[in-house]
């Protein structure tokens, strides 16, 4: 069984760009939730999908935008990049059925840098 | 959602037992207790988790009080892999819709 995988590991950016980061899924897994770890800090939810639909979202601007594909694998992409936003973004898989939901199954995270 | 708070660092040695608290005094009846940690350089990964009564799996053990505004997390023989930041999470009824939310958590020091 492969667990969740994101890539890439690191990048770096300059501040106005933009980023993509992508995340594999947990074989079997449904739902992907993305979250962003300042350091020092807990993670804090950005949004989560399920069935290809954004189902929940944080405090988060709009420039923080996702997709799910129909293999479940997920994007999270963010516009205009600020200093701020220089953090580790994780990725969590999980198989939500009817409802109940399941452990979340984190991957290694991609640590984002803008200069 | 409901908060947790957690001692900020604690410390243990190697082979000893570990007690983590958690206080979660507004705790609802149909929050779920879970617990997450994140070893260095690593995503999060699930501990344990319980409702109402005490629970044990392969990891740790979850001890939770009976009117349950607190529950401790016991690690029965701590190792040098156990150092991590541990979370005590809330969730609301199971539910997969319900994001985790974490706070600062605890981090373990083990002392070889």
């Known amino acids: 069984e492969t667990g969740v995988t994101q890539s890439p590991t690191h990048l770096i950016k300059t501040r106005g760009q933009q980023v993509t980061l992508r995340c594999s899924s947990q074989?079997?897994?449904?739902?992907v939730s993305w979250y962003q770890q300042a350091l020092g800090q807990g993670p804090q939810f950005i949004f989560q999908?399920?069935?290809?639909?954004?189902?929940g979202r944080g405090n988060f601007p709009p420039r923080f935008s996702g997709l799910q594909f129909p293999n479940y694998s997920s994007e999270l992409n963010v516009n205009a990049l600020e200093l701020d936003d220089s953090a580790l973004y994780l990725c969590?898989?999980?198989?939500?059925?009817?409802?109940?939901?399941?452990?979340?199954?984190f991957g290694p995270g991609t640590r984002l840098l803008v200069l | 959602d409901a908060k947790t708070t957690q001692p900020n660092s604690m410390e243990s040695n190697e082979e000893e037992p570990v007690h983590l608290p958690c206080n979660h005094s507004?705790?609802?009846?149909?929050?779920?207790i879970h617990w997450y940690r994140q070893l260095p350089s690593q995503g999060p990964e699930y501990v344990i988790h319980?409702?109402?009564s005490n629970v044990n799996n392969r990891m740790a053990s979850l001890a939770i009080a009976e009117d349950r505004k607190s529950s401790t997390l016991i690690l029965h023989r701590a190792t040098l892999r156990d150092a991590a930041v541990y979370y005590c999470?809330?969730?609301?009824?199971?539910?997969?819709?319900?994001?985790?939310?974490f706070g600062k958590g605890t981090r373990l020091s083990v002392i070889a």
């Open positions: 969590a898989s999980s198989l939500v059925n009817r409802g109940q939901g399941e452990t979340q199954y």
């Open positions: 319980g409702l109402t």
């Open positions: 999908y399920y069935r290809e639909e954004e189902n």
């Open positions: 074989s079997g897994h449904n739902t």
């Open positions: 999470i809330l969730r609301v009824d199971y539910s997969g819709n319900t994001p985790l939310v």
């Open positions: 507004t705790i609802s009846g149909t929050d779920y």
